[in-house]
């Protein structure tokens, strides 16, 4: 008989088995490493019996889901996640409401359950499951598409809808009027933790890290960005909130540090880890004795209370602008009950809201939802409308590798590509849009189908062989993205960066990179020196008064990198000047912090004006 030390170490022993050798082998089926952790854990514990706690697992290893959040913060900067607030509050707050509601109807109008436990688990299997969502969006490469985007949305407000859900179970328990309760003292507590880590996190962090790596001690980096998170998750879980809520501001908060990468390196081994443990958990968390005893029940619970949630958030992701395939994926990858099921379902027994049966049937439903997730994402690809395929383009990099890759070819690549070409350069050029691809092959050019966001796609155009990567997409949002994935992985290519406006020339020289142009800058001056010469002003003083434009201009850039936006205003010009003969100097200009000590002629030279 093992003792309990050596019986921990086989029951590790073990899992590490059921993922190495299941993970892999449902993989290349095909059927994805998530439903792959399930069956190892359906079949070391309810089925071998090799492990019989498989509840204490699954709390230990929701540590996987609260490094997941940390990971996908530290992805959000709070500017993207601004501008998913509509998404969030929206769709997400529509989709727990309306589910949730039509879930308790159809429990009260089948007389399942008394109002106050049918609220509670119609509301519980609104929730769908974070870790698997997003695990599979990761898998696919799909989390920053259109529908991994608003999948994430209506998660967050999920996890966020906990809160509330928890608080409600105490109010509705039997003898509830009778206990005591400070919701304000509760609520205040939560605002306080939730603050501390905003605190921290703009303040505290980036020193910490900043002097961590100065002493060079990896391993302390390590154990940092481990200690930042679980801290975090800690604080959120004592002020009554969800810990993987607490990770995820954390990740926030640190999404525009200098030290995100490293963190992100730093998490993600433990986050693979304790992800699959996770889903293994679940799988040893199966009562196949309820299962046996309620399988008819069970089985036509599934694919009910999916089939409702799949159409709400069908139809509201449709109301919500998203096209019919969008629509189509989001609703399909979210039918499943959620991790943060257990935990309610589990309180509500606690409180004497449901028997202990009914609990360990909705885990079972809710579990079940869970591990047939892959397979509905399988079948939500047959629902996809034919006339999108059109849309599409196989991504086929043959012949692709040269000494410039471009990524995006609209009107601004398309010119920059002609002085290229002319040059005697070949260019390996990348963009999203199938009918740009088609029109700009009609013309003999050579370009590529692919998403110019995605590691993969570079590597697979050649960027290893770019001597230049010349981004020239329109969204600047797109840009950013690019570029930060390129300086991180790449750090040696130069960059050479269309930019948007002038905040974005500035944001981009901030981030280092080798040259930006803004996409109209200049167009107007070309336009402006034309219509002086037809004005009557000389070509000649026409072309100097456009390089003095285009001086002041850099002259104002520098201004505002140093001192903010308001700067350099006295070098714009807003009236009009007399104009002066421009004499060329007889000497180079220089800055007058350069010869502070030299003097200053009596009778300086005309120069054009500055």
């Given at each position: 008989?093992l003792?309990?030390?050596?019986n921990?170490?086989?029951?590790a022993?073990?899992?590490?088995?059921?993922?190495?050798?299941?993970?892999?082998?449902?993989?290349r089926?095909?059927?994805?490493t998530?439903?792959?952790?399930?069956?190892a854990?359906?079949?070391?514990?309810?089925?071998a019996?090799?492990i019989?706690?498989?509840?204490q697992?699954l709390?230990?290893?929701?540590?996987?889901?609260v490094?997941?959040l940390?990971?996908?913060?530290?992805?959000?900067?709070?500017s993207?996640?601004?501008?998913?607030?509509?998404?969030i509050?929206?769709l997400?707050?529509?989709?727990?409401i309306?589910?949730?509601?039509?879930?308790?109807?159809?429990?009260?109008?089948?007389?399942?359950?008394?109002?106050?436990?049918?609220?509670?688990?119609?509301?519980g299997?609104?929730?769908?499951?974070t870790?698997?969502?997003m695990?599979i969006?990761?898998e696919?490469?799909?989390?920053?598409?259109?529908?991994?985007?608003?999948s994430f949305?209506?998660?967050?407000f999920?996890?966020?809808?906990i809160?509330?859900?928890l608080?409600?179970?105490?109010?509705?328990?039997?003898?509830?009027?009778t206990?005591?309760?400070?919701?304000?003292?509760?609520?205040?507590?939560?605002v306080?933790?939730?603050g501390?880590?905003?605190a921290v996190?703009r303040?505290?962090?980036?020193?910490?890290?900043?002097f961590?790596a100065?002493t060079?001690a990896?391993?302390v980096?390590?154990?940092?960005?481990?200690?930042?998170v679980?801290?975090?998750?800690?604080?959120?879980?004592f002020?009554?909130l969800?810990?993987?809520?607490?990770a995820?501001?954390a990740?926030?908060?640190?999404?525009?540090?200098?030290?995100r990468?490293?963190?992100?390196?730093?998490i993600?081994?433990?986050?693979?880890?304790?992800l699959?443990?996770?889903?293994?958990?679940?799988?040893?968390?199966l009562?196949l004795d309820v299962?046996?005893?309620n399988?008819?029940?069970?089985?036509?619970?599934?694919?009910?209370?999916m089939?409702?949630?799949?159409?709400?958030?069908?139809?509201?992701?449709?109301?919500?602008?998203?096209?019919?395939?969008?629509?189509?994926?989001?609703?399909?990858?979210?039918?499943q009950?959620?991790?943060?099921?257990?935990?309610l379902?589990?309180?509500?027994?606690?409180?004497?809201?449901?028997?202990?049966?009914?609990?360990?049937?909705?885990v079972?439903?809710t579990?079940?939802?869970?591990?047939?997730?892959?397979?509905?994402?399988?079948l939500?690809?047959?629902?996809l409308?034919d006339?999108?395929?059109?849309?599409?383009?196989?991504?086929d990099?043959?012949?692709?590798?040269?000494?410039?890759?471009?990524?995006?070819?609209?009107?601004?690549g398309?010119?920059?590509a002609q002085?290229?070409?002319?040059?005697?350069?070949?260019?390996?050029?990348?963009d999203?849009?199938a009918d740009?691809?088609?029109?700009?092959?009609?013309?003999?050019?050579?370009i590529y189908?692919?998403?110019g966001?995605?590691?993969?796609v570079?590597e697979?155009?050649?960027?290893?062989?770019?001597?230049?990567v010349?981004?020239?997409?329109h969204?600047?949002?797109?840009?950013n993205?690019?570029?930060?994935?390129i300086q991180?992985?790449?750090?040696d290519?130069k960059?050479?960066?269309?930019?948007?406006?002038r905040?974005?020339t500035?944001?981009?020289?901030?981030?280092?990179v080798?040259?930006?142009?803004?996409?109209?800058?200049?167009?107007?001056?070309?336009f402006?020196?034309?219509?002086?010469?037809?004005?009557?002003?000389?070509?000649?003083?026409?072309?100097?008064?456009?390089q003095?434009?285009?001086?002041r201009?850099?002259?104002?850039l520098?201004l505002?990198a140093?001192?903010?936006?308001?700067?350099?205003?006295d070098?714009?010009?807003?009236?009009?000047v007399?104009?002066?003969?421009?004499?060329?100097?007889?000497?180079?200009?220089q800055?007058?912090?350069?010869?502070?000590?030299?003097?200053?002629?009596?009778k300086?030279?005309?120069?054009?004006?500055e």
């Amino acid at each position: 008989m093992l003792s309990q030390s050596g019986n921990l170490y086989f029951q590790a022993l073990a899992l590490l088995a059921g993922a190495i050798i299941a993970a892999p082998l449902f993989k290349r089926l095909g059927l994805g490493t998530v439903l792959g952790y399930l069956a190892a854990g359906l079949l070391i514990g309810p089925l071998a019996n090799l492990i019989t706690d498989g509840e204490q697992v699954l709390h230990f290893s929701e540590l996987g889901v609260v490094f997941l959040l940390f990971v996908i913060g530290l992805e959000l900067k709070p500017s993207r996640l601004w501008t998913l607030r509509h998404a969030i509050f929206g769709l997400g707050a529509a989709q727990v409401i309306i589910t949730g509601s039509l879930l308790t109807g159809l429990i009260l109008a089948l007389s399942l359950m008394n109002w106050q436990a049918a609220l509670i688990t119609g509301f519980g299997l609104a929730l769908s499951s974070t870790a698997f969502a997003m695990q599979i969006l990761e898998e696919r490469g799909e989390t920053t598409m259109p529908h991994g985007q608003t999948s994430f949305a209506i998660l967050l407000f999920q996890d966020l809808a906990i809160v509330p859900l928890l608080a409600m179970i105490p109010v509705l328990a039997p003898g509830s009027a009778t206990r005591e309760a400070d919701p304000l003292g509760k609520f205040l507590i939560a605002v306080i933790c939730v603050g501390a880590i905003i605190a921290v996190g703009r303040y505290l962090l980036n020193p910490l890290f900043r002097f961590i790596a100065n002493t060079g001690a990896r391993e302390v980096m390590i154990a940092a960005a481990l200690f930042v998170v679980l801290g975090a998750a800690t604080l959120m879980q004592f002020a009554g909130l969800s810990m993987a809520m607490g990770a995820f501001i954390a990740g926030v908060l640190l999404a525009e540090s200098s030290y995100r990468h490293e963190l992100e390196a730093d998490i993600e081994p433990f986050r693979g880890v304790f992800l699959g443990l996770f889903f293994m958990a679940v799988g040893l968390s199966l009562d196949l004795d309820v299962i046996l005893q309620n399988w008819q029940a069970i089985l036509l619970a599934v694919p009910a209370f999916m089939a409702i949630k799949a159409f709400v958030v069908y139809v509201l992701a449709r109301l919500f602008r998203n096209n019919h395939n969008d629509a189509i994926r989001v609703a399909f990858f979210l039918p499943q009950g959620g991790e943060f099921g257990f935990v309610l379902f589990s309180a509500a027994a606690a409180a004497g809201l449901m028997t202990d049966s009914s609990a360990s049937e909705l885990v079972a439903v809710t579990t079940l939802s869970m591990a047939v997730m892959p397979l509905s994402v399988a079948l939500g690809n047959r629902f996809l409308v034919d006339h999108n395929k059109k849309d599409e383009i196989d991504e086929d990099f043959d012949g692709a590798g040269a000494d410039v890759m471009m990524i995006g070819f609209s009107r601004y690549g398309q010119i920059a590509a002609q002085i290229l070409l002319a040059g005697g350069s070949d260019v390996t050029v990348i963009d999203a849009s199938a009918d740009r691809i088609r029109a700009a092959s009609k013309f003999g050019f050579r370009i590529y189908f692919g998403d110019g966001t995605r590691k993969e796609v570079l590597e697979a155009a050649g960027i290893r062989r770019a001597k230049i990567v010349a981004v020239t997409t329109h969204k600047k949002e797109t840009t950013n993205q690019i570029v930060e994935m390129i300086q991180a992985e790449y750090p040696d290519i130069k960059l050479f960066v269309r930019s948007y406006d002038r905040v974005h020339t500035l944001k981009l020289r901030a981030r280092g990179v080798h040259y930006e142009l803004r996409e109209t800058f200049e167009s107007g001056l070309v336009f402006g020196r034309r219509a002086l010469e037809e004005l009557g002003v000389t070509e000649e003083l026409a072309y100097e008064i456009m390089q003095d434009i285009r001086q002041r201009d850099e002259d104002r850039l520098h201004l505002q990198a140093a001192e903010g936006l308001s700067a350099g205003n006295d070098l714009l010009l807003t009236r009009p000047v007399t104009p002066e003969p421009l004499v060329k100097p007889t000497r180079e200009a220089q800055r007058i912090d350069t010869v502070l000590d030299e003097e200053i002629d009596a009778k300086p030279v005309p120069t054009p004006a500055e």
